[in-house]
Structure formats: C-alpha cells, structure tokens
C-alpha cells in the first residue's frame, strides 16, 4: 500500500468545488485551519512536511514558515501572493508557486464589464426597472458615457493588463499605461507618472500586484486627476486605491464613478459606497467561473504533484 505525501492545507479552497476534496483524496491533509490552536497543531504536526497549500486568503507569514523546519513548498491557489512571506521563504530556500495565466481572460473580461457596467449605468438601471419604474428616452435614469472611442489608462500591465489594454482595442481606444517601467515590447504609450496617466484618461482600469509596495498606488491626487466624467475600475487588491480618497472624490464631484470587485478592508464595503449610484461593486469574484476555478485547482495540483516527484514546482513566483 503507498503511502500518500502529507501536506498542511491552511485554509479551505471552497471557491473552487472540487479542490478540498481532491487534496484529500491524493493526500495525507492537516487541515490546519480546523485546528484552534494553530501553534500547537503546527508543532504536533509539522515535523517532516515539506510541503503546504495555501492561497491570498490565507497566505503564509513568517512564522508559518519558520515553524516547518522541513518545508521546500508552497503551492498557491490564485495568482496573488502578497500575503505570503515570499522572502522568509527565499531565505529558508522554500520554493513558492502560484496560479499565473489561467485566470488572465476571466479577470479582464470583468474589467471590462464593470466598466461597461458604470459607464452606461446598467446597475442603477437594473434597479430602477426592479422596482417597477421606467425610464423614457430623457426619463429619470441620467444619462450614461459612450465607452467606445474614449482613452483608457491601464495601472499594471502584466499579465492581466496586457489582456485589458488588447480588449481596449476592440473598442477603438487610445491606450496608455503605467508600470514600475517602461515595456520595449508593447506598442501602448507609457506614462511614468500615474497622475499624468490618470489626468490623460478617461477610464482607469487598475491591475498591478497588491502588497505593501502599492498600498494606496491610486491616492486623492490621482483620483482627483482622473476627474468629474473619470470612471476607476479596480480587479487587482482593494489597498492599492485608497478608499477613503475614493468616497470623498465620489462624494464631492471630483470622480465620476468607481466599479470595484475589490475593496480595502474585505468583506466590509463602505456604507457611502452601497448607497451610491456612483458606484458598481461585487464581492471578489473576478476568477470566479466553473472554468477558471477548476484550471487554477489543476495548476495548484499540478505545482504540488511537481514537487514531490521532481523537487521542482511547475510555475514558481520568482
């Protein structure tokens, strides 16, 4: 009879159906967040596990890490890693992979449907018919913005920006974009400062990292530079807009509107934010399809499968 490799599971991968139950059944899983000591749990059962899954939700600090003294691995289900502790890790020599690419269409597509979404106003008027009214030609819906044609400023043209700014083409637009540098390979126009950027466009779409290094990227001065007709679109990590900027910028006229999937301190969404027109939110379900969710629980498996039969993951965060 084999004997399956035992891991440390973090946290449950509820988002994606079938993931909790595949780990276990080609695992020997510490369900560690079922444990209410966790410490104690990670000195009982920690010794001799080399490798762990986690995702951003539950990431992996340093005292994780540390408490491990065998791990090699960390296998990551999403794309985001700013919650896990990526240079204890380095420095321990633990490898650490995540889900890049499968996700890319989806999130973008949403991109583009909240920016459709604020532009055109659907959410308001999807309320308003609800609640059994209608608007006429010049009725009680105000009028919405064209999309197409207009100026799109992109924050982050990685993987997902990249699929952003080619979608932008459809639609006839000028795109410019603003990353930490310059890309020799895209033919989009850069701007180095994101308030020039964001003065430039129309529509801003935000799509970098998340983690500490940019927190409140998109700030009261950006904001304001967007401007009154400005929509902000945000699918990467509600801390890289400052919220509280974002309300008070709504609030005065000095923004148009803001379509979020992200927010800063999730699960809570501002009050100002869910009473106002001005606004489009959902609750974080940028990668959330049948498709996407399963392809991101076969690259997490994959990575992990990697690993225990050749010591190497598959797409390792560098």
Known sequence: MTTKPRIIQVGSLAGSPSANQTLADRYDVVELWKFPDRKAALAEHGKGITAIVTSANFGANAELINALPDLKAICSWGVGYETIDVAAAQARGV?????????????????????????????????????????QIHGSIPLGMRVSGKKLGIVGLGRIGDAIAKRGAGFDMQVRYHNRRKRDDVAY????????????????IVATVGGAGTRHLVNQEVLE???????????????????????????????????????????????ALLGSDQAVLLPHIGSATLETRQDMEDLMLENLRAFFETGRVVTPVE
């Open 225 to 271: 530079a967007l401007g009154p007709k400005g929509i902000v679109v945000n699918i990467a990590r509600g801390p890289v807009i400052d919220e509280t900027a974002l309300v008070a910028a709504l609030e005065a006229g000095k923004l148009g509107w803001a379509a979020l999937d992200v927010f800063e301190h999730e699960p809570k969404v501002p009050q």
């Open 189 to 204: 126009g850069y701007e180095a400062s994101l308030v020039e950027l964001a003065r430039w466009a129309d529509f801003l």
């Open 95 to 135: 490898q650490v992979s995540n889900t890049p690419d499968v996700l890319t269409d989806c999130v973008a597509d949403l991109a583009w449907g909240l920016l459709i979404a604020a532009a055109r106003r659907m959410g308001q008027g999807e309320r308003f018919v609800r609640s059994g009214q209608w608007g």
